[in-house]
């Protein structure tokens, strides 16, 4: 596990020097497990280097109820293959998510793909958690992801994400994305 704090230390010192892209996005989530709303934070930093895309995300939600902050930060490493970008990406959860009340690390592997539509950029993407415990909570995702340019170096976003198996979640959201 130290490996891969070190593995998210060293990618984020390196996406910040190197970042392409930073985007914010605001979800209103619905947790379809414990059914109850609440509002998701992201930060995403991307980069493209020699061909390889590389990804730094965090993830905070806070749930109308009170229940408290529940939070996530993860790297990911991709590939772009023709039409389709597979990637595999590894991350910390601070055990909220999903109920299990414990923090773990977690895997991810799936594959992206995008186009242009209209004025825009519709993105689509799946991808699901492989973890290191049987007992981590189980995650599927589908991504739509529909962008659009408002000038050279930013552009917005309407979000649809839903996540399937152990943790239930809806989301729907604005986003925000600034080019260097």
């Known amino acids: 596990m130290k490996k891969i704090l070190i593995a998210l230390s060293v990618m984020l010192?390196?996406?910040?020097?190197?970042?392409?892209t930073v985007g914010v996005d605001v979800d209103r989530v619905y947790n379809r497990q414990l059914k109850i709303y609440g509002d998701a934070h992201w930060m995403r930093?991307?980069?493209t280097v020699d061909g390889v895309n590389y990804g730094l995300l965090n993830r905070t939600t806070k749930y109308d109820?009170?229940?408290g902050?529940?939070?996530n930060l993860e790297g990911s490493v991709g590939k772009?293959?023709?039409a389709f970008t597979p990637f595999v990406a590894a991350g910390y959860d601070d055990g909220r998510?999903?109920?299990i009340n414990k923090a773990f690390w977690y895997t991810?592997?799936?594959v992206g793909t995008g186009f242009a539509m209209g004025p825009g950029r519709l993105n689509l993407s799946v991808n699901t958690r492989v973890n290191f415990e049987q007992s981590d909570p189980k995650q599927s995702i589908v991504s739509v992801v529909y962008s659009v340019p408002v000038?050279?170096?930013?552009?917005v976003s309407l979000r649809v994400i839903n996540s399937y198996q152990t943790i239930k979640e809806d989301y729907r959201g604005v986003g925000l994305t600034y080019r260097f």
């Open 108 to 110: 991810r592997v799936g």
């Open 45 to 47: 930093v991307n980069a």
């Open 151 to 155: 000038s050279d170096k930013v552009s």
């Open 97 to 99: 998510n999903g109920g």
């Open 69 to 71: 902050l529940w939070n």
């Open 13 to 20: 010192t390196s996406m910040l020097t190197m970042a392409q």
């Open 80 to 82: 772009t293959l023709g």
């Open 65 to 67: 109820t009170g229940l």
